[in-house]
């Protein structure tokens, strides 16, 4: 039975060849990247039957169920494995863990799935869950220095803070005639400031700020303004700008500004202002692998050349060894493939199935919420399918 | 399935003429890569599938042609739905994966997240062991706690 190359050692890391740890005897299936969400060599239990680095500690018949989620993994690829899809393995092989959350950004690492579903998460995130911005501004007066399609654009692209789950989305086309939406699609949001001059500051001041009242425009002179039945539904949550100090325009006296906006429901696919996430983004966990003892002055420079923490020197019989303490710490520069002895010694690869997802948001959904929304719009997006799969096939 | 006035087609099949039922192209409006490279994972891994691929034609249009050819003269519209169906539990076994991880969350209005974290709060005193095998996630929690109430 041909066996294929283990999968800890992938192609593509730098060094391709195939080696350490021990390899193993007779065409056993040979599992699995190995687990390292904190912390790589210490600490792991090495399974009995080969040292894949798979953290479970079971015998052979665990190994046969990692390599689960491959592109490369399809059945009859590799001859006598079984690739099909399998939802036990999946579910076992499957974990989530949240590394750091906070009211804006998080970071968590998905383990256990493919690149093609992760990436669909990651492509919604951006993309495709909804939010509120501004859309349509109806300028009274606006004889401020900033044109009106200026001021228009950085209007549309401050964050509101409004659940978006509480909104439809406006039917276009329909009511072309009528230009005013109505309360379960719209938010209506006023600003309307003059700038004058501070009749207390004094003869010989240059400084705006003294000198002139209301100069500056910020986010916070936008203010709310319900319609129908809003003010008794969202009465405790106040809807405006997520951020109070965004600078908008900037008056000088006598100029003002009387702007009357709506807000509507979108997708980022459609402008960029209705993304929700500041960014999101995933990069895969990095893999280190040591092929030969290193040791002295060498492991030293060894150090030298990751991020710090990745490497430590662990003292052996009087000597300093290096030994990789936590992968998931380093940056990826490479650095140890610049110098000629060095680069012969590690091995530096990916863990193909371990995802650290970093979202960070504007502040309109908490950002679990967003994770939450995206899985939610993959499965609308393949419910959307059957449903017109049946449909069809009932015609 | 023929569209009347505005309405706009979702999902067409389009079959070669005098081949069989097993090899169609699918041409999926307003999709892209995001459900293209997901779906066909899903449905590669199926092992009745011969092939299964799919193209963005133009990147101007936003429709992507879905081809799946099966082995055994299966039916192509089956792996899909199969592959669809698939992907649909697997999205749902990760939202139950990670709305798992926040007990408390998932509440709209003030009331029901202060209700919900006494209960919670509750919860944790009891069961000190229960967030002992991820040392991080109890962090999480504890940094929920404290960002959400302010």
């Given at each position: 039975m041909e066996r294929r190359e283990p999968l800890?050692?992938?192609?593509?890391?730098?060094?391709?060849?195939?080696?350490?740890?021990?390899?193993?005897?007779?065409?056993?299936?040979?599992?699995?990247?190995?687990?390292?969400s904190e912390s790589s060599n210490i600490g792991r239990i090495w399974c009995d039957e080969c040292k894949c680095g798979c953290d479970r500690g079971f015998g052979e018949a665990q190994h046969v169920l990692c390599g689960v989620v491959h592109t490369t993994d399809f059945p009859g690829n590799y001859p006598g494995y079984d690739d099909t899809w399998n939802v036990e393995k999946f579910q076992k092989n499957f974990r989530i863990d949240v590394v750091h959350l906070d009211e804006n950004s998080m970071e968590f690492d998905m383990v256990g799935i493919d690149a093609a579903i992760a990436n669909a998460?990651?492509?919604?995130?951006?993309?495709?869950?909804?939010?509120?911005?501004?859309?349509?501004?109806?300028?009274?007066?606006?004889?401020?220095?900033?044109?009106?399609?200026?001021?228009?654009?950085?209007?549309?692209?401050?964050?509101?803070?409004?659940?978006?789950?509480?909104?439809?989305?406006?039917?276009?086309?329909?009511?072309?005639?009528?230009?005013?939406?109505?309360e379960i699609d719209t938010i209506q949001l006023q600003l309307k400031i003059k700038c004058s001059r501070n009749p207390r500051a004094s003869k010989d001041s240059s400084d705006p700020r003294e000198l002139y009242l209301n100069h500056m425009v910020y986010s916070k002179d936008i203010k709310w303004v319900p319609i129908g039945n809003q003010a008794d539904v969202f009465a405790d949550c106040c809807i405006g700008p997520v951020h109070d100090d965004i600078l908008i325009a900037q008056l000088r006296p006598g100029q003002e500004l009387d702007i009357v906006m709506h807000c509507v429901k979108g997708i980022g696919k459609d402008h960029a202002k209705f993304s929700p996430v500041a960014t999101a983004s995933y990069r895969l966990l990095p893999e280190i692998t040591l092929l030969e003892?290193?040791?002295?002055?060498?492991?030293?420079?060894?150090?030298?050349?990751?991020?710090?923490?990745?490497?430590?020197?662990?003292?052996?019989?009087?000597?300093?060894?290096?030994?990789?303490?936590?992968?998931?710490?380093?940056?990826?520069?490479?650095?140890?493939?610049?110098?000629?002895?060095?680069?012969?010694?590690?091995?530096?690869?990916?863990?193909?199935?371990?995802?650290?997802?970093?979202?960070?948001?504007?502040?309109?959904?908490?950002?679990?919420?967003?994770?939450?929304?995206?899985?939610?719009?993959?499965?609308?997006?393949?419910?959307?399918?059957?449903?017109?799969?049946?449909?069809?096939?009932?015609? | 399935m023929a569209g009347e006035g505005e309405k706009k087609a979702v999902l067409e099949m389009v079959q070669a003429d005098g081949a069989d039922e097993g090899c169609v192209t699918f041409v999926l409006h307003d999709e892209d890569h995001t459900l293209g490279n997901s779906l066909r994972y899903m449905i590669m891994k199926n092992a009745d599938v011969e092939f299964c691929g799919y193209t963005i034609t133009h990147p101007s249009e936003s429709k992507i042609n879905f081809r799946i050819q099966t082995r055994g003269g299966i039916p192509a519209a089956e792996p899909l739905r199969r592959g669809l169906n698939e992907l649909s539990d697997v999205c749902q076994h990760v939202l139950n994966t990670f709305q798992g991880l926040f007990p408390s969350q998932e509440s709209c209005g003030e009331a029901d997240l202060v209700l919900s974290f006494l209960n919670w709060r509750k919860q944790q005193e009891a069961n000190l062991n229960f967030h002992a095998r991820n040392r991080t996630e109890k962090e999480t929690l504890g940094v929920l706690a404290n960002s959400n109430f302010k």
């Open positions: 800890l050692y992938r192609k593509g890391g730098a060094g391709g060849a195939k080696d350490s740890p021990p390899t193993r005897q007779n065409g056993s299936q040979h599992g699995e990247r190995g687990r390292n998460f990651r492509r919604i995130l951006l993309a495709e869950v909804p939010t509120m911005a501004i859309e349509k501004v109806f300028i009274y007066s606006n004889t401020s220095i900033v044109q009106d399609e200026v001021l228009a654009h950085r209007l549309g692209l401050i964050p509101i803070k409004a659940d978006p789950r509480l909104f439809e989305y406006r039917n276009t086309g329909e009511e072309s005639a009528e230009e005013e939406g109505s003892v290193v040791e002295g002055e060498k492991a030293e420079r060894l150090k030298q050349c990751f991020s710090r923490g990745v490497i430590d020197l662990e003292d052996i019989n009087g000597t300093k060894v290096a030994k990789v303490v936590n992968s998931r710490l380093d940056t990826c520069s490479r650095e140890v493939l610049r110098h000629s002895d060095l680069k012969n010694v590690v091995k530096l690869g990916r863990v193909r199935d371990h995802f650290i997802f970093t979202v960070e948001s504007t502040g309109i959904l908490p950002p679990d919420v967003l994770v939450t929304e995206a899985i939610k719009v993959l499965m609308a997006k393949c419910q959307r399918f059957l449903n017109e799969l049946d449909s069809t096939v009932m015609e | -």
